[in-house]
T-cell receptor, first 112, second 113 residues
Framework: DQQVKQNSPSLSVQEGRISILNCDYT??????FLWYKKYPAEGPTFLIS?????DKNEDGRFTVFLNKSAKHLSLHIVPSQPGDSAVYFC???????????FGPGTRLSVLP | KAGVTQTPRYLIKTRGQQVTLSCSPI?????VSWYQQTPGQGLQFLFE???????NKGNFPGRFSGRQFSNSRSEMNVSTLELGDSALYLC????????????FGEGSWLTVV
């Protein structure tokens, strides 16, 4: 049973436009969420996080939105750049610690 | 400052053998966790250590074990290797007991033949 879902396996966006990556979760006890991007043959790189007490967090071109009632979060990248092309994972945790549950990932392609 | 360092980066083992992977966390980080990434199962949590104690454990068989040393460095061991253990093994570290944001190393690619 997938507790964290990323229903779009892939997404293509034009350079300069907005990329929106979505993530849904089923466990209402999750209290902390992270987004990572991953290039082939590299470890995941941390992008941005959000606590369940907030509904939005921004860091430069990246903004994460959390809708607790819908158990949904999204990552917005504005403007998108070709270097953003990678696989993006959302991850969720409850009961603190490092035991995060990861989604299956969405492959983002930013076209020049 | 240096990131999470994992060794070896690539290795090939034979079924039935055992393997030990090493992880040096970011300086000052005391929590270390291990994840397995496979094409079929994605990223899955193996276990987490803090102050040399295992704090959380994922749903993996007992063949998978780990430990943490007093300098926060960690090792994980897989005994009696199976073909299905072929995967990217990722180590992550974080600062404090609450272990909010975790930072990953480059991973160790294990192939079991």
């Amino acid at each position: 049973d997938q507790q964290v879902k990323q229903n779009s396996p892939s997404l293509s966006v034009q350079e300069g436009r907005i990329s929106i990556l979505n993530c849904d979760y089923t466990n209402s006890m999750f209290d902390y969420f992270l987004w990572y991007k991953k290039y082939p043959a590299e470890g995941p790189t941390f992008l941005i996080s959000i606590s369940s007490i907030k509904d939005k967090n921004e860091d430069g071109r990246f903004t994460v939105f959390l809708n607790k009632s819908a158990k949904h979060l999204s990552l917005h990248i504005v403007p998108s750049q070709p270097g953003d092309s990678a696989v993006y994972f959302c991850a969720a945790r409850y009961n603190y610690g490092q035991n995060f549950v990861f989604g299956p990932g969405t492959r983002l392609s930013v076209l020049p | 400052k240096a990131g999470v360092t994992q060794t070896p980066r690539y290795l090939i083992k034979t079924r039935g053998q055992q393997v030990t992977l090493s992880c040096s966390p970011i300086s000052g980080h005391r929590s270390v966790s291990w994840y397995q990434q496979t094409p079929g199962q994605g990223l899955q949590f193996l276990f987490e250590y803090f102050s040399e104690t295992q704090r959380n454990k994922g749903n993996f068989p007992g063949r998978f074990s780990g430990r943490q040393f007093s300098n926060s460095r960690s090792e994980m061991n897989v005994s009696t290797l199976e073909l299905g253990d072929s995967a990217l093994y990722l180590c992550a570290s974080s600062y404090a007991n609450s272990g909010n944001t975790i930072y990953f190393g480059e991973g160790s690619w294990l192939t079991v033949v």
